[in-house]
């Protein structure tokens, strides 16, 4: 199992990144994926989620309205698209795959990708 995040990186407040995150390894369509953060000195919190096969969305409440959560199975690849970003979404973000049905149990994740707001 493998994953490859990319799109973090350094952005004003009020700025826009995507996050990517590709999956290798494993049957990404039989997994709900979300998208987790940590902070320093804080511990690591969900930040969106989504379904599958049904795409359901869940978010924090700290980041509805400027963040969504996106996936595409026949790329194996979940999306975190953030706008009106805020210096309170400076943390390492971390995507997560849970296996559903046959696959439940299985949890995942990716090594991190560094997300810095600040002017």
């Known amino acids: 199992v493998q994953f490859v995040e990319s799109g973090g990186g350094l952005v004003q407040p009020g700025g826009s990144l995507r996050l990517s995150c590709a999956a290798f390894?494993?049957?990404?369509?039989?997994?709900?994926m979300s998208w987790y953060r940590q902070a320093p000195g804080k511990e690591r919190e969900l930040v969106a989620a989504?379904?599958?096969?049904?795409?359901?969305?869940n978010y924090a409440d700290s980041v509805k309205g400027r963040f969504t959560i996106s996936r595409d199975n026949a790329k194996n690849t979940v999306y975190l698209q953030m706008n009106s970003l805020k210096p309170e979404d400076t943390a390492v973000y971390y995507c997560?795959?849970?296996?559903?049905?046959?696959?439940?149990?299985?949890?995942?994740w990716g090594q991190g990708t560094q997300v810095t707001v600040s002017s």
């Open positions: 989504i379904t599958t096969p049904g795409g359901s969305t």
């Open positions: 390894g494993f049957t990404f369509s039989s997994y709900d």
């Open positions: 997560n795959a849970r296996g559903i049905l046959l696959f439940r149990g299985h949890d995942f």
